[in-house]
């Protein structure tokens, strides 16, 4: 707890490319060396772009009345200025394309609510728990099908008057930036008694015509969604009617500028829609400050090894992201995945243990943005999905190989040299939550493996194995080339009510027993496999086609699919 505390309590969060990330690196790598493990590095990784620190921040509405706000600028927000802003409050409910000219001309230097009421209903059930004998016996006789479910959210709970509402969302950011907007205030789209979730900040690129005869469409069409790089459809004739646009991340330091973005409770969002719905002007004042970095374009896994003996050439891994979101202090997600891994070896480093196997931990950074540090460490070392653009597409040179390929769907794989050395991958990012088993990726080989590793922890509530896939965390860069990688299964506690990606992710969260379990399980698991005579077993490289698109016109979230 000593660690967790260190890395949420003194550093705070960890935005990757951010000052605080870096230092939370250090001395992770600073640790590894006072406890004895060798190698231990900041391995580079990149470039990934600008980072990004909040300076000074506060909101309020001040007239007619004062009204504190529960509210978080969304990560790579610029600032508002040298001073903090005043200005009158306008809410902004786009639902159709005619919705526009309700609002030209009427936002310049106006603070914008932007999006409806948002729905509360009171909640009976706990907001924590843990895993019941009946979700566990159903993981348990996984087919491996499918994954574990996740509470549902987004466009797969929209109506389709918020479906349509969605389709218009890169109009509606235009929009916005050509009329002048100070600042957006945004709903929390989940969450409820002041908790709140938020992520990065919403970049649309302008729009750019593909063709002279696309200018004038181009100008009244919405942007593709985000993440697709689109690239201009013809028409009956070959002539372009979309514009050939590719988004661009918000921490790329050639994104375009964005409006100041800030999640509000939704409590406190909905009343100020009520007020303004009710004739009252508001005006509230936001102090907003923030630093880019633009220094250091890198960013960096921490590594560290336990060297092996008779099989030292050989691998076992194990891992967990460092980095997090920047609202609450990154404590579930995932500081507690980290140090479980941090005390994981620094056990069996004090036990003096001699593994057969060299035992290497790693860090994660970039995780949040797309599993980035991971990536770019399997590609580094252990080899890449070889992945053909689909029919008709133009390849990318910045394409994703991992992108579109599914969990154990690698087909052929571009390998290097250290993929025949690594016997297995384990990784810890699903809470604060102790471990309840593990979740196979479909390896079937592995089964009788870890049901017997998981034997002697049985009273302390780990014993499932589940064929089932999981994913959205950094064990799925190795199952993509054909590697064993996994991740253990957890309690949730709170992670999806109250944690995840909140302004409540904080050290007070986290069980110090459960943490102190995980610890040892994954000790255990890694020692195991280091000191097998054998390899934990692959399984069978299969293809499977990449997931469909989504519906046209509806943006697709920037955070991978976690479960």
């Known amino acids: 707890m000593a660690t967790l505390s260190h890395l949420t309590d003194i550093v705070g969060p960890r935005l990757t490319g951010s000052p605080e990330l870096r230092r939370a690196s250090e001395w992770a790598r600073d640790r590894f060396t006072t406890w004895g493990l060798q190698n231990a590095a900041l391995e580079p990784w990149g470039p990934f772009g600008r980072g990004w620190s909040l300076r000074r921040f ?16 969304k990560a790579w927000s610029p600032s508002v200025g040298i001073h903090p802003l005043e ?54 006789n996984s087919d491996g099908a499918s994954g574990p479910a996740r509470p549902t959210t987004g466009s797969a709970l929209a109506t389709p008057e918020q479906r349509a509402a969605l389709a218009l969302l890169p109009r509606r950011y235009q929009f916005f930036s050509e009329e002048g907007v100070a600042v957006l205030l945004q709903p929390s789209r989940i969450g409820e008694s002041g908790t709140l979730f938020t992520a990065a900040a919403t970049v649309y690129p302008p729009r750019v015509a593909a063709t002279e005869k696309s200018a004038k469409a181009a100008t009244k069409e919405a942007t593709p969604p985000a993440e697709k790089s689109a690239i201009a459809r013809k028409g009956p004739k070959g002539g ?91 404590a579930t997600d995932n500081a507690a995945g980290s140090a479980v891994v941090m005390e994981a070896v620094r056990i069996l480093r004090a036990l003096d243990l001699k593994p057969r196997r060299t035992i290497r931990v790693a860090l994660w950074t970039g995780e949040e943005q797309g599993l980035l540090g991971s990536k770019a460490y399997v590609t580094a070392h252990f080899g890449v999905p070889k992945n053909t653009p689909a029919a008709g597409a133009a390849p990318r040179e ?11 769907a690698s087909g052929e794989i571009e390998k290097k040299p250290g993929h025949e050395k690594l016997s297995a991958y384990f990784n810890l990012d699903n809470g604060g939550g102790k471990i309840r088993g593990i979740y196979l990726q479909n390896n079937e080989a592995a089964r009788p493996i870890f049901r017997q590793w998981l034997k002697p922890f049985k009273d302390l509530g780990a014993e499932t194995v589940s064929l089932a896939n999981t994913g959205g965390t950094d064990h799925l860069p ?17 992670y999806w009510s109250r944690t995840h990606h909140g302004n409540m992710d904080v050290f007070d969260r986290v069980i110090a027993d459960d943490m102190k379990q995980a610890a040892v399980i994954m000790a255990a698991f890694v020692y195991e496999a280091a000191m097998s005579d054998g390899k934990i077993p692959r399984k069978p490289v299969r293809r499977v086609p990449a997931a469909a698109p989504s519906p046209a016109g509806i943006p697709t979230t920037t955070e991978p699919a976690r479960r």
Do not use: C
């Open 240 to 330: 372009a009617i979309t514009p050939a646009i590719r988004n661009v991340p918000v921490w790329k330091t050639d994104a375009p500028p964005i409006i100041p973005q800030i999640t509000v409770a939704a409590e406190h969002y909905n009343r100020l829609v009520r007020l303004t719905a009710a004739g009252e002007q508001l005006r509230a004042a936001v102090d907003l400050q923030t630093d880019y970095y633009t220094g250091e374009l890198m960013a960096a896994n921490v590594v560290a090894e336990i060297p092996g003996s008779d099989l030292a050439d050989e691998l076992v891994m194990l891992g967990a992201h460092l980095d997090s979101w920047q609202s609450g202090t990154g």
């Open 58 to 73: 506060s909101a309020q509405i001040v007239a007619p009345q004062a009204i504190p706000l529960i509210a978080y600028p």
């Open 398 to 408: 910045d394409a994703d190989p991992f992108a579109t390929t599914r969990t154990g």
């Open 478 to 494: 190795f199952d993509q080339v054909g590697l064993p990688g996994f991740q253990f299964i957890q309690d949730e506690i709170e």
């Open 87 to 140: 200005a009158d409050v306008i809410h902004v409910d786009i639902k159709k394309s005619e919705d526009f000219e309700r609002y030209r001309g009427k936002l310049k230097g106006k603070i914008v609510l932007d999006g409806p009421i948002q729905e509360i209903k009171v909640k009976f059930d706990p907001l924590a728990g843990r895993r019941t004998e009946a979700n566990l016996l159903a993981l348990a």
